[in-house]
């Protein structure tokens, strides 16, 4: 079964509007890290933002908040006041306590492009 | 230079080539990781150290080896490849193995198997 589920392949969202994109996790531990991450056309993978299982606040990092509802498994990504460099493939991960080397689980990420 | 860097960013080999793919992290980190990107694909762990020990990852064909000389370097060695490895190979690093510790990742290198 999948760990980490991103339901929409691609966004579109207008310049200056706010977009949130999707994920589902699956997990059996009370303790559970996620995590989003952003990567545009170069390539590599850039770290937005991290929830803890226990945290009782909704992350935040300067335009980006985490919607964390943990009865529903979900940690979904708002991206306030898009910009065009928003455009990027977003990806969800997971890292669960596994005997200390835990493996970071990705979704197949959601596409994002912002129109002017 | 800051960050995780990687070096080659591209590489084009034939089946019976030997290359190698070099990872430096500049952040004091203990772990490093190897992941494979392939098109239309979630991305693929491939290798984990943490304090320079291997912890095996029996899915990656052994034409994949890879090397941790210290805690802010990694290698993956490869050799005798097939064209279904290419792919976006990407290096990343954290403060610990713990799952709470974010991985950075490099810029990756985009590998081409002929």
């Known amino acids: 079964a999948q760990k980490i589920t991103q339901t929409q392949p691609g966004m579109f969202v207008q310049e200056k509007e706010a977009v949130t994109l999707d994920c589902t996790y699956d997990?059996?531990?009370?303790?559970?890290?996620l995590f989003w991450y952003k990567q545009p056309s170069s390539g590599e993978m850039i770290f937005l933002i991290y929830?803890?299982?226990?945290?009782?606040q909704n992350a935040t990092e300067g335009r980006y908040s985490l919607n964390f509802q943990k009865a529903r498994k979900s940690a979904n990504l708002v991206i306030s006041a898009s910009q065009l460099g928003d455009s990027a493939m977003y990806f969800c991960?997971?890292?669960?306590?596994?005997?200390?080397?835990?493996?970071?689980?990705f979704g197949k990420g959601t596409r994002l492009s912002v129109i002017a | 230079e800051t960050g995780v860097t990687q070096t080659p960013r591209h590489l084009v080999m034939g089946m019976t080539n030997k290359k190698s793919l070099k990872c430096e992290q500049h952040?004091?980190?203990?772990?490093m990781y190897w992941y494979k990107q392939s098109a239309k694909k979630p991305l693929e762990l491939m290798f984990v150290?943490?304090?320079?020990?291997?912890?095996e990852n029996n899915s990656v064909p052994s034409r994949f080896s890879p090397e941790c000389p210290n805690s802010s370097h990694l290698f993956l060695h490869l050799h005798t490849l097939q064209p279904e490895d290419s792919a976006l190979y990407l290096c990343?690093?954290?403060?610990?193995?713990?799952?709470?510790?974010?991985?950075?990742f490099g810029p990756g290198t985009r590998l081409t198997v002929l």
């Open positions: 952040l004091g980190h203990n772990a």
């Open positions: 150290y943490s304090l320079e020990e291997r912890v």
């Open positions: 929830q803890g299982s226990y945290d009782e």
């Open positions: 997990t059996s531990d009370q303790s559970y890290g």
């Open positions: 990343a690093s954290s403060q610990g193995p713990a799952f709470t510790d974010t991985q950075y």
């Open positions: 991960a997971m890292r669960e306590p596994f005997s200390g080397n835990t493996p970071l689980v």
